[in-house]
T-cell receptor, first 113, second 114 residues
């Protein structure tokens, strides 16, 4: 069965620190990859996505993610976090042509001002 | 532009009572619709999805059911709630973009079964 693993459940950083959240998936076919973010009290929203092409994708608010096919990974990065990045982050995967998406357990990020 | 509505936002129900959560989408046609349950530390669990009116697929055996009486309406129901049904329920929709499906989520319903 397809699965998505997020390496950290809770991360605490100080402002201006660099961020990397790990994500690995189990499906071996052609995949679509997503990072979603849920800010406190807000809807779950798309941060960035990868369908094909350049494996380094850039999203909103300075986030980026790199798809490494050989490692089945799609790690999220940001060079310098802000207090407003405090949120829960979800990695998700679907296979191309499929409309079901599998989500990871989420990582709660807390950024200290 | 497309919008998705869920109601109620919060609900407190006693064990054994019925449940009906509603989700409607505006600004798109023939969307795929989804119900998820979000539990702390466990991500989003897909409960049901629908690719058209009257077409429902269930992902996990449970005390809940879903229906899609209209193209842009998706309802989550239960005849008798259990304590374990407490949680945060999210509705989502997607349409195909050249075979790729990006999901858009509603604000969610916080259900507490007492």
């Amino acid at each position: 069965a397809q699965s998505v693993s997020q390496h950290n459940h809770h991360v605490i950083l100080s402002e201006a620190a660099s961020l990397e959240l790990g994500c690995n998936y189990s499906y071996g076919g052609t995949v679509n990859l997503f990072w979603y973010v849920q800010y406190p009290g807000q809807h779950l929203q798309l941060l960035l996505k990868y369908f094909s092409g350049d494996p380094l994708v850039k999203g909103i608010k300075g986030f980026e993610a790199e798809f490494i096919k050989s490692k089945f990974s799609f790690n999220l990065r940001k060079p310098s976090v802000q207090w407003s990045d405090t949120a829960e982050y979800f990695c998700a995967v679907s296979y191309t042509g499929g409309f079901k998406t599998i989500f990871g357990a989420g990582t709660r990020l807390f950024v200290k001002a | 532009s497309q919008t998705i509505h869920q109601w109620p936002a919060t609900l407190v129900q006693p064990v054994g009572s019925p449940l009906s959560l509603e989700c409607t989408v505006e600004g798109t046609s023939n969307p795929n619709l989804y119900w998820y349950r979000q539990a702390a530390g466990r991500g989003l669990q897909l409960l049901f999805y629908s690719v058209g009116i009257g077409q429902i697929s269930s992902e996990v055996p449970q005390n809940l059911s879903a229906s899609r009486p209209q193209d842009r309406q998706f309802i989550l129901s239960s005849k008798k709630l259990l304590l374990s049904d407490s949680g945060f329920y999210l509705c989502a929709w997607s349409v195909s973009d050249r075979g790729h499906y990006e999901q858009y989520f509603g604000p969610g319903t916080r259900l507490t079964v007492t």
